[in-house]
């Protein structure tokens, strides 16, 4: 096993066993590591017979509706005061969206997260940028705490599943694998959490992919691909993704970029990266942050401007990364 930060873990431990009352929270956008964590804390808290509330910004897409627990999740917790607040999977604490403005109010904050760009906010920060997911260091802790159950594992499972892309981005190690091996153990079908999240494009969601797909974009070089949407719907389910999911199969290109119209002047910038580009790197640029492969921002900006501004700057990102090899 690779290093886990085992006196981060301890602390968490005590953390939970003196204190009564905790909230959860995640990142805005909800997707499997997000909830996934914050149901599989939930439940190992509720074994310590501990309060619990997990509060959020968004509310849960309907994929994740198969999630033990989820009905529990709450959008709106009023004035309640609570002894520790766990942030999950926030790379920043504006990304709890709404729910900042409680967290902030919070006598002492945990900061559970693997984003590379974390801004160290919590008054303990557990980081480690190399974890697949945040599920991955819940295992560590529910470990730690002895406590593993079906609902536990099946949460932690799909957040792993998920932010590993089904077991295929570079974040999958073979500790991830003894991770996953180890929640198998609890009666989980992966061919069932995939049908359930993957399955439910309707016809009209294809072709709204297909016509966005037809309409790639390239540099000369074909090292950049890109796709401008520029009437974004949102769905129950992460169009996003299965959009990169078919750019991905191109054998050229370094970096994959969405572009989304989300407000007059306003675009949404998703990038995942292929290879050594990082695209941290390239979305802190833009004010944003993530993951070495797989990150986003939101530029204050046109469809056409926010284009131009990124494809220049990741062209020259690139120039520059093969000269210093
Ligand atoms: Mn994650």
Redesign the pocket.
Known sequence: MKKIRNNKIEKIIEIIKKNNSFLITAHMNL?G??LG?ELALYFILKRFKKKVIICNHDSTPEAYNFLPGHRFIKNEVGGKKFDVAFVL?CSDLSRSGSVEAKIAKQAFVVNID??ISNTRFGDINWLEPKAS???EMIYHLARGLKVMDKKIALCLYT?IFT?TGNFIYTNTTSDTHKVAASLMGYDICPHEIYRKIHSLCLPEDIKFIGRHISQLKFSSDRKICWVMISRWQERKYDLTEITFSIMRRLKDPLVFIIFKKVGKERTRVNFRSHSKIDVNKIAKFFGGGGHQRASGTTIAGSLKDSEKRVISFVSDFINAAKKRN
């Open positions: 997707e590591d997000a964590s999977d693997h984003h997911s945040v599920c957040g932010d």
